[in-house]
């Protein structure tokens, strides 16, 4: 019985599941020596007995270090000072302490622990961690860490230097689509202990096809004592009240930090990027690439394996769609296979999936060599074409494919063609 084109997208992508998530790499190399893997695991292991003598507080000479006076000629406390727990003059801000987690102190036997107190907004959704809070109020999100994983030998560098190796994750592009027309700083050193970076970004919603303009302003600090402190603000223009700017005004006194927030300036330069056609940049975490205007990635089609976009976010309604897939095939599986070993393995798969198609070497993409595997199958809609692209990197096997009713006017063929062509690949 004939199928629909729906029915047919459906059937065609679990077929090639089927067949991408057997033996692919395995049959390739069942004649090669199989290589070393390579397997680094590394997790932190929380001493639960350590968690509670922490509870209990630090040794009775770090408590009466502690309970210093507020020095600041204002009587509002500032970041890294002690025995402020008690100030009630902000009426925005109110404080929370965290600390990091317990160590045995080799000289005096003892498990002990640093502490930080934290003013921050009178939230009722802050989230507290042992060495973290985060939450958000009146269109302001912060996230504040005590002593944050940054690098194994981060004592060797500056505070901007770490700041910046920080802002290499926070911004990866691979990572950050949804952060439109990203500008960044580079960090800069605000004194000897103090390093900032400033952003601003165009927040897109993919619920409602709607932007948020924000400004967001990290900075890294070292507080002395062993302890360090890891800032994150960010002003969505949203969200924002008449009372956000008294807000700021408390958090700039209490950081001691200029937070640069303009709310006019940001929806202008919204208002000029959309005017600018904006772009539309997806990623599936290893490649990153742009498909037309008005295309979306569609859940309903897609699932845990297989990444699928269409216009509209919508494959059936428009009668074709892209789809990404990878397998990690064991480490440097592919090193040394020829281009006709691929096609050859490429045919095996298509004639164990019951697909009649026509193989052939595509040639050098971003991602490594090709195979293109191209189907055609008739359904009551038409005629549904199908191009499989099978790319062979040393150690993964990624599959893209384009599918499409015959005669639609867009033309997801020449669209993967040119994602092969200057799609941008993760580098590790």
Known sequence: MKKSFKVCMLALCMCMALIFSGCAAKQIMKNQQEEEKVDVTAQETEDPENDVEAEGGTDAETQEEEQQDVSDPSGAPVLGQKGIEDYEGYEYLYCEKIRTQSEKNEESGKMESSELSVFIPQTDHAYVNTNSVRGNYLGVSFDIE???????????????????????????????????????????????????????????????????????????????????????????????????????????QFYDIDIAWNKEEMDKKLEDYLASGGDNTFSTGYLLFELPEGWKEDYDTGDYSTTVYAPGGDAARANCMITFADEYAGYE?????????????????????????????????????????????????????????????????????????????????????????????QSY
Request: hydrophobic share 35%; charged share 25%; net charge negative.
């Open 146 to 252: 005590l002593n944050p994983t940054i690098r194994y030998n981060k004592d060797d560098y500056l505070p901007e230097e770490n700041l910046d190796y920080l802002m290499e994750s926070e911004f990866n592009p691979f990572y950050s689509t949804e952060r439109k027309g990203a500008v960044v700083s580079e960090a800069k050193a605000v004194d000897d202990n103090t390093a900032l970076v400033e952003a601003e970004y165009f927040q897109f919603n993919t619920y409602d096809d709607s932007y948020s303009p924000v400004y967001a302003l990290y900075f890294l600090r070292d507080l002395g004592e062993g302890r360090t402190v890891y800032v994150e603000f960010s002003i969505d223009g949203n969200t924002t009240t008449g009372k956000t700017p008294m807000l700021l005004d408390e958090m700039k």
């Open 333 to 425: 599986a592919f090193k040394g296979v020829t281009s006709d070993e691929m096609v050859e393995a490429v045919k095996t798969y298509m004639d164990e999936g019951e697909m009649s198609s026509d193989v052939s070497y595509y040639g050098e993409t971003c991602l490594g060599p090709a195979v293109c595997s191209i189907v055609e199958e008739k359904t009551t809609d038409g005629k549904v074409i199908a191009h499989f692209y099978w790319i062979f990197s040393d150690s993964y096997l990624y599959r893209i494919t384009a599918i499409a009713l015959d005669g639609v006017e867009e033309n997801p063929f020449l669209i993967v063609e040119g994602i092969l062509e200057n799609g941008q690949v």
